[in-house]
């Protein structure tokens, strides 16, 4: 035991005066300038790691934060420009339905990228803003849907009502009643809308079929349904070879345009937001472009 003590202590005596002998032979003076450059270089490391590092990203968070507090604002301002248009109105609905609807009209316009001022402006020309108007066509509400329309839509797209507690896949019948209920009537009409651009692909056709319903409209424009069940446009026809869609032109279309001015002129103040809509043409982009242009025709 004792001699394998001594063997340990020779050994770590011996690697004690190699290693002193060796540190004693380095002359450190040349290799000051790399610890100095190694220091340099872990302090900017730890500064940056840091300070800077939160600093940047504090940085980031803030303009995050201030971009989306100002779209906040903007939404704000222009739901309230919303419910101004919609209270010049005497809707016959209480001051709260109206806020309702009016931001229902916005979120369906950033949903469906289409512009509220055109949802506006339908509704301007269909019901005069009278959430109890009622055609001698059986059309109800804000927008003028039928009843037969209303429930196909629901059934078609899946919407949805708060107030009625129906499944939107096996529902059967759809009360008139239902469709004064002003949030149902514009979600229906919205998408009706949306989907007869789609199907249009040009925004005149597709007033005109909101305007007379879809199968009329085929017949005066005499257009054909292709195999995809959209619809082939072709060139059209001009506004003074049918009477239907003459009076139609000059009467409901026209008011509607001008309506659709005026409110995106008094909606939106900022730039304007364009839509990728691959090859359906200027006055379609223009028409529902969210934030379109003032001037789009």
């Known amino acids: 035991m004792e001699k394998n ?6 050994i770590l005596f011996g690697l004690r005066m190699f290693f002193g002998k060796l540190i004693n032979r380095i002359q450190f003076k040349y290799f000051l300038p790399y610890f100095m450059l190694l220091s340099v270089v872990l302090s900017v490391a730890l500064l940056y790691y840091y300070y800077v590092v939160p600093m940047y990203y504090g940085y980031l968070k803030e303009r995050r934060d201030v971009r989306q507090l100002k779209n906040k604002i903007r939404v704000d301002y222009e739901k309230i420009r919303i419910f101004k248009i919609i209270k010049s109105f005497n809707s016959g609905l209480p001051v ?26 339908v509704i301007r020309v269909e019901s005069s803003f009278n959430n109890f108007s009622y055609s001698n066509m059986g059309a109800v509400g804000l927008m003028q849907i039928k009843p037969v329309t ?25 009360p008139a009643s239902y469709l004064y209920n002003p949030s149902l009537n514009i979600k229906i009409g919205a998408r009706y809308l949306l989907s007869l651009i789609y199907e249009f692909k040009n925004l005149k ?5 909101y305007n007379v319903g879809p199968t009329l409209a085929y017949r005066t424009l005499k257009l054909r349904a292709t195999g995809s069940g959209s619809a082939g446009i072709g060139s059209g026809i001009p506004e003074s070879t049918n009477g239907l869609f003459r009076d139609f032109y000059y ?11 005026a409110y995106n002129e008094k909606i939106f103040t900022d ?10 043409g200027k006055e379609f982009r223009t028409l529902i472009a969210y934030n379109y242009s003032p001037n789009p025709l």
Request: positive net charge; hydrophobic residues 35%; aromatic residues 14%.
């Open 96 to 121: 709260p339905e109206e806020k309702k609807i009016s931001s229902l009209i916005f979120n369906l316009g950033e949903k469906y990228n289409i512009n509220p001022a055109l949802i506006l402006a």
């Open 150 to 174: 209303g429930l196909y839509l629901i059934k078609k797209y899946r919407i949805k009502s708060k107030k009625f507690n129906y499944d939107a896949k096996y529902i059967g019948h759809l």
């Open 5 to 10: 003590l001594r063997k340990i202590k020779k």
């Open 271 to 280: 730039g304007i937001k364009t839509v990728k809509t691959g090859g359906i």
């Open 251 to 261: 009467g409901y279309y026209k008011r509607v345009e001008k309506y659709l001015r």
């Open 205 to 209: 056709f597709a007033l005109f079929a």
